[in-house]
T-cell receptor, first 114, second 113 residues
Framework: DAKTTQPPSMDCAEGRAANLPCNHS???????VYWYRQIHSQGPQYIIH???NNETNEMASLIITEDRKSSTLILPHATLRDTAVYYC???????????????FGSGTQLTVLP | NAGVTQTPKFRILKIGQSMTLQCTQD?????MYWYRQDPGMGLKLIYY???????DKGEVPNGYNVSRSTTEDFPLRLELAAPSQTSVYFC????????????FGPGTRLTVL
């Protein structure tokens, strides 16, 4: 799986858009970009994924640069409940053995401020 | 859909005791996983299963056993609890086909004293 780099922490005002960056300069052509988050003491929650094109769902938007070396997760109207650690993970969709596990790095601690 | 459910939410064990952590999913996912998360650390894969009757070891399988008799259930067994097994345990499931996103349960917080 390609290595990812994320800022350790970010703040965002409630109601504003939260833009979380992720660098993945060694990404391969068959690797997807996944975003998960983990609210304190809860199980990780899948947010969104993408391969090449920008993606949007009910939770967030994912913007992937044309060269696929970086991406941005956008929470359009952040609420206090969005305070969590956000993980950017790059991996092939299917893999064998222990490579099936998701490798969560340090992530970005997003704090939404009232 | 309830998604992935885990029981119990909390448990305290004495050294040498045994217990089974239950995991059930109602999304008809083929793949299921058990992870553990130690305080301040990332998740580590214990065991996984690609379908009923098929299981395989992950990164940290020692001290644990699993079985997968049905698509829905994937219990994790601790035979002789040790303090090193104090952790939060998460079960997850996925379809197994691309893009293979994983859906997690709420976790079981286990303390071994």
């Amino acid at each position: 799986d390609a290595k990812t780099t994320q800022p350790p922490s970010m703040d965002c005002a409630e109601g504003r858009a939260a833009n979380l960056p992720c660098n993945h300069s060694t990404i391969s052509g068959n690797e997807y970009v996944y975003w998960y988050r983990q609210i304190h003491s809860q199980g990780p929650q899948y947010i969104i994924h993408g391969l090449k094109n920008n993606e949007t769902n009910e939770m967030a938007s994912l913007i992937i640069t044309e060269d696929r070396k970086s991406s941005t997760l956008i929470l359009p109207h952040a609420t206090l409940r969005d305070t969590a650690v956000y993980y950017c993970i790059v991996r092939v969709a299917r893999s064998s053995g222990s490579a099936r596990q998701l490798t969560f790095g340090s992530g970005t601690q997003l704090t939404v401020l009232p | 859909n309830a998604g992935v459910t885990q029981t119990p939410k909390f448990r305290i064990l004495k050294i040498g005791q045994s217990m089974t952590l239950q995991c059930t999913q109602d999304m008809n996912h083929n793949y299921m996983y058990w992870y553990r998360q130690d305080p301040g650390m990332g998740l580590k894969l214990i065991y996984y299963s690609v379908g009923a009757g098929i299981t395989d070891k992950g990164e940290v399988p020692n001290g644990y056993n699993v079985s997968r008799s049905t698509t829905e259930d994937f219990p994790l067994r601790l035979e002789l609890a040790a303090p090193s097994q104090t952790s939060v345990y998460f079960c997850a499931s996925s379809f197994g086909t691309a893009p293979n996103e994983q859906f997690f349960g709420p976790g079981t917080r286990l303390t071994v004293l």
